[in-house]
């Protein structure tokens, strides 16, 4: 069984910061990938950033220059840095992951509960 948990949503006025961090645990053989989504209401999810496990990393074009993500392979973790952060940020963010339970599987992908982040104008 693998569990993604998400923390650190709030929130925030416009032009603030805050950092999300997501842990994955469990029956985890290896995690290909790794990256954050977001659904606004009344709208489709969509990809914030991802980042592989060689480090390569891509943003949605909205939050490129404002948001950084990266990982810390010893813990099986990501972390979303949100910056000048606008009021069309808000949203739920998911974390998600792209990992294989046992060698030779094929991945699959997993995602935590969500965690709200409010941008107040």
């Known amino acids: 069984q693998v569990q993604l948990v998400e923390s650190g949503g709030g929130l925030v006025q416009a032009g603030g910061s805050l950092r999300l961090s997501c842990a994955a645990s469990g029956s985890i053989f290896s995690i290909l990938a790794m990256g954050w989504y977001r659904q606004a209401p009344g709208k489709q999810r969509e990809l914030v950033a991802v980042?592989?496990?060689?480090?390569?990393?891509n943003y949605a074009d909205s939050v490129k220059g404002r948001f950084t993500i990266s990982r810390e392979d010893a813990k099986n973790a990501v972390y979303l840095q949100m910056n000048s952060l606008k009021p069309e940020d808000t949203a739920v963010y998911y974390c998600?992951?792209?990992?294989?339970?046992?060698?030779?599987?094929?991945?699959?992908?997993?995602w935590g509960q969500g965690t709200e982040v409010t941008v107040s104008s």
């Open positions: 998600n992951a792209v990992l294989q339970v046992t060698a030779g599987l094929i991945p699959y992908d997993y």
């Open positions: 980042i592989t496990s060689g480090g390569s990393t």
